[in-house]
């Protein structure tokens, strides 16, 4: 899950945010309790981590929330961007969970009940890889633990050259569990992926980049007009041709070739009908 500091002090957003009611059914208090802001402008979808005084630092609800905001979304948002208000994209989880006065974690002895707990705070984030969305993180500041691996969970990252990433879960005797293992084995491979857990080291912006962590790298005080132009060319693109392209490159990794060619050929076909109504 991930690191907190705290004491930081409120600042505004990383920059102007999509005006826009949120869905009917996601209650604009109970998104306030989970530390969010959802804007909805037609196609995109602005998520918005909302606690700049403790540097978004996320909670159970801030998970929950996550997770309602996926299964909330109207249908013809076609980009989600995912951000953080304040100096952070998210310094992970918040350390007082770990001290009581409120919901705590489980001791694992129930490893079914725990199971399903830990299954329902991933789906926060296993919504963000659903083919008929692309995923946007801007990040900035630091993303630690479960803002890394937040970060991890959209399609393209693109970075400031402020940011700082640490998957600090194992220094706090845990492990990543929101869904961030699997991209980063696939983005940087095992060995530097186990080298960056097992150290728990910071990754600066410029390194990320080099790795792969971060798709755009731009200056700091350049992050909302990056992003904007990228919504603008994600937007760009026939809708029903990104959606099955995402779905065939999600699917490559796991697929033979000659698996993925028989999904190409599917997809193509797909298309085809519904261009030239075959």
């Excluded at 005084?53 to 989600?80: C, H, K, Y």
């Excluded at 693109?158 to 194992?170: G, I, L, Q, T, Y």
Aim: proline share 5%.
């Amino acid at each position: 899950m991930g690191d907190a500091t705290t004491g930081a002090r409120p600042e505004t957003a990383t920059g102007p945010v999509q005006e826009g009611p949120a869905p009917a059914d996601l209650e604009s208090a109970d998104l306030d309790e989970a530390g969010l802001r959802l804007d909805v402008d037609g196609a995109v979808a602005t998520v918005t981590l909302n606690r700049p005084e403790r540097r978004n630092a996320m909670t159970f609800a801030t998970w929950r929330g996550l997770a309602a905001i996926g299964r909330s979304l109207p249908q013809d948002v076609r980009v989600a961007v995912l951000r953080g208000a304040g100096p952070s994209f998210s310094a992970g989880i918040d350390l007082g969970m770990f001290s009581g006065g409120g919901e705590g974690f489980a001791d694992g002895a129930d490893a079914e009940g725990t199971g399903r707990f830990i299954a329902e705070l991933q789906e926060g984030y296993t919504w963000l890889r659903r083919p008929d969305i692309v995923t946007v993180a801007a990040v900035h500041g630091h993303a630690i633990g479960a803002g890394f691996q937040l970060a991890l969970a959209c399609d393209i990252r693109v970075v400031a050259d402020d940011a700082r990433f640490c998957m600090k879960e194992p220094a706090l005797g845990l492990v990543p569990d929101l869904t961030g293992t699997k991209p980063l084995v696939e983005i940087v491979g095992i060995g530097r992926a186990l080298e960056l857990c097992l150290t728990a080291r910071t990754v600066h912006a410029d390194e990320a980049a080099r790795i792969g962590l971060a798709e755009t790298l731009v200056p700091r005080d350049g992050l909302d007009a990056a992003v904007r132009d990228l919504v603008g060319a994600l937007l760009a693109v026939n809708p029903g041709a990104a959606v099955a392209t995402k779905r065939l490159l999600w699917e490559a990794a796991e697929n033979s070739l000659d698996e993925q060619c028989a999904a190409e050929r599917r997809e193509q076909i797909g298309r085809l009908r519904e261009l030239f109504g075959g």
